[in-house]
């Protein structure tokens, strides 16, 4: 089995889980924030539906440097609607996924480099990039979004598990 095939359902199951729960995000809730210091609720969930894209440029070129004037945009994205929001995320997943389903395994094994500015922020295997940038960043982000959603008293979807609001 490639390194790729034992990466693919769990990818899968996070997607999937992730929509569910962006699917809830209320649009009327976009701009709230638990703390002045913490992402407006639509962002949030708009970098969410980004991180996904990431999987992309992680096999298709050897380093990313967001400092660059030509990758300023890829770094944010502003929240319009929920409808929008699951778009983006679905298209967004559709190519990481076909990304990931190619890569041999010799690719995964390559260092790839994330820059800021021309320094360098990490340089890892693309294998555990993709863990730990896509995936556990997704995870991180997605669980900071259910206690916003709680906090707006949103019914939360199983994630792993029962929810308080989804039984069974």
């Given at each position: 089995?490639s390194?790729?095939?034992?990466?693919?359902?769990?990818?899968?199951h996070?997607?999937?889980?992730?929509?569910r729960?962006?699917?809830?995000?209320?649009?009327?809730?976009?701009?709230?924030?638990?703390?002045?210091?913490?992402?407006?609720?639509?962002?949030?969930?708009?970098?969410?539906?980004?991180i996904?894209?990431?999987?992309?440029?992680?096999?298709?070129?050897?380093?990313?440097?967001?400092?660059?004037?030509?990758?300023?945009?890829?770094?944010?994205?502003?929240?319009?609607?929920?409808?929008?929001?699951?778009?983006?995320?679905?298209?967004n997943?559709?190519?990481?996924?076909?990304?990931?389903?190619?890569?041999?395994?010799?690719?995964?094994?390559?260092?790839w480099?994330?820059?800021?500015?021309?320094?360098?922020?990490?340089?890892?295997?693309r294998?555990?990039?993709?863990?730990?940038?896509?995936?556990?960043?997704?995870?991180?982000?997605?669980?900071?979004?259910s206690?916003?959603?709680?906090?707006?008293?949103?019914?939360?979807?199983?994630?792993?598990?029962?929810?308080?609001?989804?039984?069974?």
């Open positions: 089995m390194i790729a095939e034992t990466l693919l359902p769990e990818f899968d996070e997607m999937a889980t992730t929509r729960l962006l699917e809830r995000v209320p649009e009327a809730d976009a701009q709230w924030r638990p703390h002045p210091k913490s992402y407006a609720l639509g962002d949030l969930a708009a970098h969410i539906a980004r996904p894209m990431w999987g992309r440029f992680v096999f298709e070129q050897p380093e990313l440097d967001l400092g660059a004037p030509a990758n300023a945009a890829l770094a944010r994205a502003s929240f319009t609607t929920t409808a929008e929001l699951v778009n983006r995320l679905d298209a997943v559709r190519e990481a996924r076909a990304a990931l389903a190619t890569a041999p395994d010799e690719a995964m094994r390559t260092k480099a994330l820059k800021n500015g021309g320094t360098t922020v990490f340089s890892l295997p294998a555990a990039v993709f863990r730990a940038f896509i995936m556990s960043h997704m995870i991180h982000h997605r669980g900071q979004l206690v916003y959603l709680r906090l707006r008293d949103v019914a939360l979807p199983s994630i792993y598990g029962p929810t308080a609001d989804e039984r069974g």
